[in-house]
């Protein structure tokens, strides 16, 4: 094991198989789980030293067209109390992050076509214009390249799209025949030949997920270099198909989040929501895991209870000052400290 983890922080990556062996014997000697997390964080601090990027979340509709069987805001979800925020309500969240001394905003949502490719370039161009030293990430799923070229064009810096998973069979177990990873793929290659930082990433213990798919996760990220990677683990939805489906664990979402941070040393890689979710210090052992960007909610408190990917989502109930502040304390207990900064990919420039 120590002879693999050397090797892959020396060379940035393994062999399948490797990663398969690294998996499976993951627990077989607690010392060589805690070397990888050590050696993990050690990179993160050279690349990052212990600031902690801040991405306000707003999640401005919890309306999808898509079926996907784990999420819980799936179109066949009759039971989900459907929202869309308003632009003036989006603009107020920025006011808010922006005061809070946030310089990223994330719209995140379901695919919604309410949200035309104009509404999208509107709202981009509305925030852009009042906070021109922010970034803007986009999280709307799957649209045409001439849509993405728009929202780039617009303004926006950044594009969040999971590939979910890198295996076409596991792929088909998680979503319905009319989504395909082909597809996912090509958006993921489109975003990133438009001039976006891209960001992918995948469930830890998403249903029938082996470790192969992991390792072929790991290895299709290698080849798509991308400049975020947004990794969390699955986290059952009771009114879902995978309502029965164990969730993912905490200790297989810090070994992938550290195998990760060993393959790309510079990548902006999040502590997750749904880590803190599993586990109530799981933020903070996930930065400890090689970890360097948290994402506190940004979105009003009386829908923050409607975006509910998966059950026991925390800080559904909070203010956004609380939950920065927050996410502020938790940082500081462990020796990091959050940053008033943009935090773009090293060494990325917009042309
Ligand atoms: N619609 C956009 C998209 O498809 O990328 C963004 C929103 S989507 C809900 C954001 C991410 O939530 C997905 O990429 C997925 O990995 C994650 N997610 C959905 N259901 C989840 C669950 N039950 N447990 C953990 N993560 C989940």
């Known amino acids: 094991m120590r002879e693999l983890i050397d090797r892959l922080a020396r060379q940035g990556t393994l ?19 805690e070397y990888l997390y050590s050696l993990a964080r050690s990179r993160s601090i050279e690349n990052y030293g212990h600031d902690i990027y801040l991405r306000g979340l707003i999640e401005f509709t919890n309306y999808c067209r898509n079926d996907c069987y784990y999420c819980g805001i799936r179109a066949g979800n009759t039971k989900a109390e459907r929202y869309r925020l308003t632009e003036d309500q989006i603009m107020d969240c920025c006011d808010a992050g922006y005061g809070f001394g946030f310089r990223t905003f994330v719209l995140q949502g379901g695919e919604d076509p309410w949200f035309t490719d104009d509404k999208v370039c509107h709202m981009v161009s509305r925030i852009k ?55 996912r793929k090509q958006c993921l290659r489109d975003l990133k030949d438009i001039g976006f930082q891209i960001g992918a990433g995948f469930m830890v213990g998403s249903p029938y997920q082996t470790y192969e798919n992991l390792a072929d996760d790991f290895l299709y990220l290698k080849e798509l270099q991308p400049h975020m990677i947004g990794i969390g683990p699955f986290i059952h939805h009771s009114d879902t198909p995978f309502r029965d489906c164990p969730d993912g664990t905490l200790e297989m979402t810090l070994f992938c989040l550290s195998v990760l941070r060993l393959m790309f040393p510079k990548v902006l890689l999040p502590a997750t929501t749904a880590l803190g979710t599993i586990d109530p210090l799981g933020r903070e052992k996930g930065v400890q895991a090689g970890a360097n960007v948290v994402m506190p909610s940004l979105s009003p408190k009386g829908v923050r209870g409607k975006y509910l990917l998966y059950d026991g989502k925390i800080c559904t109930g909070e203010e956004a000052a609380e939950c920065h502040r927050c996410m502020e304390m938790r940082m500081e207990r462990i020796g990091y400290h959050t940053v008033s900064a943009r935090g773009d990919y090293k060494g990325w420039s917009r042309e």
């Open 129 to 183: 214009d009042r906070y021109p030293d922010c970034a803007i990430t986009l999280s709307l799923g799957e649209r045409e390249k001439d849509s993405y070229q728009r929202f780039y064009d617009a303004g926006a810096d950044r594009y969040l799209l999971r590939h979910e998973t890198a295996d076409p069979e596991h792929y088909a177990r998680l979503h319905p025949s009319d989504l395909s990873i082909e597809h």
């Open 15 to 33: 062999e399948k198989e490797e990663f398969v062996f690294l998996l499976s014997h993951r627990n077989d000697d607690p010392g060589d789980r």
